[in-house]
């Protein structure tokens, strides 16, 4: 079979990015305009909500307020480095700035970001924001590791099991609840393609040609066992790596081990865009990575558009899901930050959010999107919210969090190459890692 998905070499970040009128100014409140016209600069990314940042939400937010929003759309490793040089050389030509998850200690322990809270403290005439009008599990992404809020969010992502709905009917198979469920999925299901006939066609693969998918990988199967100290999973909240202890990290190193004699040959060197091309072409049973991967494959002309089911991450001794997406932060340099501050309380509102779903966006953040059936019946994959019992977050208040997270991708992908045993790479990984993190 053959199918839209035909790349090899393109990564998450293609994918998600590739994806992809004017509203009545009279449903937004006046409560948000400030007492003079201003102008906000905003830096963001190509994808459909900054998109929606310099389209439809500058057109509306001006025609209410009065304050024009000009903002700068540009590809993902161009908006990091963008990031970082203008906010650490103290510059003020942006007034909000857009960072990936992995970015917020950056923004927040460097002095980048104005928190709104103090802000709100220091001048009680500015708009309340409405929290509650995102996805909880997307607040702890814009605050530090108090709960100061700095910023508020602009996206947000989960991961998903994508399962063939047809051929797990056709083989009597379920989909897999609990860990335990999924390996005998795999067993039933590699047994049941090639009686098939189905040679060709795996039942899943996992993802490790880089770092993020294969970091990823991993922690699907280590915060099934649960947190290990203050709700952290990888660092606790002094930065002392955690992630091995009770041998936790093995074990999720050992569930790889498990899976890869499922997988295709050569699956070490598969990224986000290899595994799209199998799964997309209709050759592998399912696949477990961030949902907001999977936007293409209910595409019209997708080879697997309307087979597919979506679960949320099988339980271990718990169930959990990690999150991740993009957040906004104020620059503390900007002339403007009161005016900026406003702009984030009428996104909050809801108004912006919704004008970034119409635009494409599948980084859904709104609670209202997740319950409501059209939204998604036309984003299937969506529903998993709806499942989650538990979220986990990556140590992403530790500016030195890449690197870790490098790291324990290098000892998970040297041992999944049979250089390692699982626990000589978790061993390496945790040496390194204090080194990293100067404990």
């Known amino acids: 079979m053959s199918g839209p998905f035909t790349s090899s070499k393109f990564t998450r970040r293609w994918f998600i990015g590739a994806a992809g009128g004017a509203i009545a100014a009279s449903a ?76 917020v200690g950056a923004a927040i322990n460097n002095g980048w970001a104005i928190s709104v809270e103090d802000q709100k403290a220091q001048n009680p005439n500015l708009p309340d924001i409405k929290w509650d009008s995102v996805i909880p599990a997307a607040l702890p992404y814009i605050a ?43 067993e039933k299901g590699k047994q049941a393609l090639e009686a098939d006939g189905q040679k060709d066609t795996y039942a899943t693969t996992l993802i490790q040609a880089s770092q993020d998918p294969g970091y990823s990988d991993w922690t699907f199967h280590l915060f099934g066992h649960g947190p ?39 699956f070490l060197g598969f990224d986000y865009g290899e595994a799209a091309n199998l799964y997309g072409s209709g050759k592998a049973l399912m696949l477990l990575t961030w949902n907001d991967f999977y936007a293409d494959m209910e595409k019209e002309g997708a080879v697997v558009k309307g087979l597919n089911g979506y679960v949320a991450i099988p339980r271990h001794e718990q169930q959990v899901n990690p999150v991740g997406g993009f957040q906004l932060f104020i620059n503390s340099k900007s002339k403007n930050a009161e005016e900026a501050y406003r702009f984030f309380a009428w996104m909050m509102e809801g108004r912006g959010f919704e004008l970034i779903r119409i635009k494409g966006e599948k980084g859904i953040l709104t609670p209202t999107d997740l319950k409501n059936p059209e939204i998604i019946k036309e984003n299937p994959y969506l529903d998993t919210w709806n499942h989650i019992e538990n979220s986990a977050y990556i140590p992403v208040w530790f500016e030195q969090f890449t690197e870790v997270q490098r790291i324990i991708w290098e000892e998970v992908a040297a041992s999944l190459a049979k250089k390692k045993t699982s626990e000589e790479a978790m061993t390496e990984a945790e040496k390194r890692v204090r080194e990293v993190m100067g404990r």
């Not at 304050?67 to 990031?83: A, F, G």
């Open 28 to 103: 937004v409140a006046p409560k948000f305009a400030s007492a003079q016209a201003k102008e906000l600069r905003i830096l963001t990314m190509n994808l459909p909500f900054g998109e929606a940042l310099r389209d439809e939400i500058a057109k509306e937010y001006e025609a209410a307020t009065g304050t024009k929003v000009i903002t700068d759309v540009t590809p993902y490793d161009t908006l990091q480095e963008k990031v970082f040089l203008e906010m650490g050389a103290g510059s003020s030509s942006y007034d909000i700035f857009t960072t990936d998850c992995i970015w």
């Open 144 to 186: 530090d590791l108090n709960g100061k809020k700095y910023g508020i969010p602009a996206t947000l992502t989960t991961p998903s099991l994508i399962y063939r709905k047809d051929l797990f009917e056709k083989y009597g198979l379920k989909p897999p609840a609990t860990w335990t469920e999924y390996f005998e999925v795999l």
């Open 228 to 266: 290990i100290k203050d709700g952290q999973y990888i660092l606790d909240k002094e930065g002392n790596p955690i992630f091995n202890e009770h041998g936790r990290g093995a074990a999720a190193l050992e569930a790889l081990h498990k899976i890869a004699p499922y997988c295709p040959p050569g």
